[in-house]
């Protein structure tokens, strides 16, 4: 129980971060909406920052989940200080020199890059420029991005999680101002991405000195800890790869204008922005905080406590984001039309954005209950599994895109990643479930049977309220006050339902609360 208090108060500093730096990407996502709309500028910026997003998940933050953390945290547990420390240096020398070279290659092949993943843009010589130039220039984000995700693991492994979680926020805000000061402008949005990542980075430095870091560069590249960590990263790098492709799918066909309609690329991406702020308020946070309990758990002969911990994460997960999927679902339209409409986001932006957030809603409890799962895969040390069902979910992902784009257009698109994901989270769950030889399946099965009737409930409550104060024409205050009102009662009716149908887990806190007012 210990553990559990002490994964949760770690989880509540990364969400509390993570919750400040969704914040201000929500603000970022609004500034952006409102200057540009779902047209050239913001498709363009979609686009050209989501590749180095990709190469920044394969060789820096994918690679620090599934590689750096569980070796490091066993040369922590088992070796000197100084061996640690070592291995902290030969990785670093390793990374400058591997992802430098990737990003000149970037930069030399954005031509190509932009053509394959935004394969609708080639009909429209200024969008493709305009993309291929901002692609170049923000390109070496990278390797900014590498270094503070190299950072964060060595800090996380250490157990300090609250300035490595913080940091984001500093590219949030480099954005925003970049692009206020800027306005519609290549200039601004590079200055603002650039500026960011070395913040990201400077801000991480002093801890990571006073933890006991000194820096040697290129003084050496071998390490037995290194060729570990590459025999990991190797399936991680593929499995990184094919999750990051299944949104390059997504990019590819929203990029089809002629089918799905202007602005189907920053639509999706506007939509798919919200339904990361639940993940990243609580369930990267949790999957983030409990892999070095997973990793010092998974040493140990038995996995009775390994199991303990995972069936706990995926309660925990499935209490916030099933009633955050079907919130979302319900509150579709009023939840765009608040946030981002105005400016250059006209009605046709918010109609495309809401369809997109309703389908991918569905698949929320999926995405969030997968990061749980593959956390206690690559504890384990295996990420071969992962980066198998990874590939099922990619190929599952290009037919669904394929059938349901033309009968649905965009929402088709969202529902194919909704149900590739749920897919994927079933096949992760079926197979951690024979290695461990079960883990109290049962428990976790009824458990988001209770919360899913709980959410529904709520849900009603959500759509009464918001269809009862709904107003055609009404202002920005009136929209947003409608809204608010609708998400209070819904918290304060899902608590209500969760009592009603007996969710063991909010009685639990409930008890723990109380036991703290007492103290």
């Known amino acids: 129980m210990s553990t559990n208090k002490s994964i949760l108060k770690s989880a509540g500093v990364i969400g509390l971060a993570t919750f400040l730096s969704r914040l201000l990407g929500f603000i970022r996502d609004v500034v952006l909406a409102r200057l540009f709309g779902v047209y050239v500028y913001a498709q363009a910026f979609v686009v050209a920052f989501k590749i180095p997003n990709l190469l920044r998940d394969l060789v820096a933050e994918g690679a620090a989940n599934a590689a750096f953390v569980p070796v490091f945290s066993e040369y922590k547990v088992k070796y000197s200080e100084k061996e640690f420390w070592e291995l902290a240096n030969v990785v670093l020398n390793l990374l400058l020199v591997i992802v430098t070279a990737i990003t000149v290659l970037g930069i030399i092949f954005s031509p190509v890059i932009v053509r394959l993943i935004a394969p609708g843009f080639i009909s429209d010589p200024q969008k493709l420029e305009l993309t291929i130039r901002l692609n170049r220039i923000i390109f070496p984000y990278i390797l900014l991005a590498a270094l503070a995700a190299y950072a964060m693991s060595i800090l996380n492994t250490l157990k300090h999680f609250s300035v490595p979680a913080f940091a984001p926020c500093l590219l949030n805000i480099s954005i925003i101002v970049f692009a206020l000061l800027f306005g519609e402008s290549i200039k601004g949005l590079s200055l603002g991405v650039l500026i960011g990542g070395i913040l990201q980075l400077a801000v991480q430095i002093p801890v990571l000195y006073k933890k006991g870091f000194h820096l040697k560069l290129f003084h050496r590249f071998k390490h037995p800890g290194a060729n570990l960590i590459g025999k990991l990263m190797t ?37 798919y922005r919200l339904i990361q702020f639940p993940i990243g308020i609580f369930s990267n946070a949790l999957s983030q905080a409990i892999l070095p309990t997973f990793s010092t758990q998974a040493l140990e002969d038995t996995h009775h406590n390994l199991k303990d911990t995972l069936s706990f994460g995926l309660r925990a997960t499935f209490l916030v984001m099933v009633p955050a999927s079907i919130a979302f679902m319900v509150l579709a339209h009023p939840i765009i039309s608040t946030i981002f409409q105005g400016g250059r986001f006209d009605a046709y932006s918010t109609q495309q954005t809401a369809s997109a957030l309703l389908f991918y809603s569905i698949g929320l409890f999926a995405y969030g ?66 290695k461990l030889h079960s883990f109290g399946a049962r428990v976790i099965v009824l458990s988001f049977i209770r919360i899913f ?67």
């Open 453 to 519: 009737l709980a959410s529904c409930a709520m849900g009603i409550i959500c759509y009464l309220v918001s269809r009862h104060f709904a107003v055609s024409e009404s202002t920005l205050s009136y929209k947003i006050a409608n809204l608010a009102l609708s998400i209070i009662l819904g918290l304060i009716s899902y608590i209500f339902f969760c009592f009603i149908f007996r969710v063991k887990e909010v009685h639990e806190f409930w008890q723990w609360l109380r036991k703290r007012k007492k103290v």
């Open 369 to 434: 209950g997968t990061k749980i799962l593959q956390s206690c895969f690559f504890s384990l040390k295996d990420t071969v599994t992962p980066a198998k069902i990874a590939t099922i979910a990619l190929v599952v992902n290009i037919v669904l895109n394929a059938i349901l784009i033309f009968p649905m257009k965009l929402a088709g698109l969202a529902l194919a990643t909704s149900i590739s994901g749920i897919n994927t989270f079933i096949l992760l769950f079926w197979l951690l479930r024979k």
């Open 235 to 271: 399936p991680r790098i593929l499995s990184s790869a094919i999750y990051q492709l299944n949104n390059f799918v997504d990019t590819i066909f929203g990029s089809l204008g002629f089918i799905v309609g202007e602005g189907g690329v920053a639509a999706l991406y506007f939509s």
